[in-house]
């Protein structure tokens, strides 16, 4: 059961949040949805550099793992809204921005987990 309220605690902080980023950055004027990506790039940081402190000597718990990686990042980021906006670029013919949005947000997010991990091992 404390598991269970870990988690539920840090998605509900990570939702509110990217609530927020959604809110203040995404541009009705372009329709570009810069909040969600920057939700899933900070959250690929986030648990690259939360699973990197976990695996290196235990530096993190359990608790804090579940707290942290699995409910606020997996609150913070949003594969779901990604794919909705993706298929709202490629439903109104908008194939640059559907094709731009999609590669940076793999490539950055990968590259952001990879960072996380690298910071964590080496510094």
Known sequence: MKQLLLVFLGGGFGSALRFLL???LNS???GIPYGT???NILGSLF???ILGMAAKNEAISEQHTLLLATGFCGGFTTFSTFAYENHVFLKSGDFMTFFLYTVTSFVIGFAAVFLGMYVV???
């Open 28 to 30: 009705a004027a372009t």
């Open 37 to 39: 990506f920057a939700a």
């Open 121 to 123: 091992k080496y510094f």
């Open 47 to 49: 648990i690259g550099i």
């Open 22 to 24: 959604g809110k203040y």
